[in-house]
């Protein structure tokens, strides 16, 4: 009976080519095929590191028909490397439906592990790490975009985001909007690049620096928004309810700082439930 073949997860380089593993390069080269996102893409790093494997391409438009025909492959025994253009496959990449097929299937999936822009990012940013959520790319549309962000008024652990330089401004003026301008955030650009840049402040710096310059909003960005601390949530009924009557008489800044006071609470957190708050 002819042995299963084996699914193997690779993940390249999110810029700097220097940024794969022995193993990965090492699978890249045995493997009897290698499924891309983008074939010509993925020729450069093949080429680079003078690997001569097939390449097929598994995209967004042909993964349900090319799931099945590296299926077959792999029940005849061939071992396919999956890469997509940069970093781990299906971390807002194609894959998952091969992978789960393959699962179904009873064949092995194995992952080769290495760079992600959201961990990269991440693990330099200065944000806390202990408890983090990816949510790959926001929605474009405005109102989902919106929503999106106002489930993170309270969220207490670290958001990381993926964004495209053609909406990264407009995505941090709606943080600004919906979260405050004082929420901490980290704008990770570029990263293992030549012109890899870390901006940390509050949203509105943040905004500041994008806007102060064309070149700031090029290249690949990661967006990553501060959690608001455990306690910081804990805002009594009778605080609240002070906030709310103070608001329909003060600047909702006034009303969060009088508010903190009262209450020993954050004002940048009664400021953003504030911000819920108006009518
Ligand atoms: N699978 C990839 C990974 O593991 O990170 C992500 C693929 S997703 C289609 C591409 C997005 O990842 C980019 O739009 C950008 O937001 C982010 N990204 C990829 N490379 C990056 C880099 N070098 N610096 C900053 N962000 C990057």
Redesign the pocket.
Known sequence: MTELGTLYIVATP??NLEDISHRALRILAEADLIAAEDTRHSQRLLQHYSIATRLTSLHDHNESQRAKQLIEKLKLGENIALI?D????L???PGYGLVTQCRDAGLEVVPIPG????IT?LCAAGLATDQFKFAGFLPVKAVAKQQALQRLLNESSTSVF???PRRVADTVRQIVAELGETRQMVV??????TFETFYSGSAQSCLTWLEADANHQRG???LMIAGVEQDQTEVTEEALNLLKLLIKELPLKKAAALTAEQYGLKKNHLYQLGLELKP
């Open positions: 999110i810029g997509s940069a970093g781990t496959p971390i807002s990449d760079p992600c822009a959201a990012a993926y964004e495209s990770a650009k570029e990263l293992t690049k690949e960005f990661v």
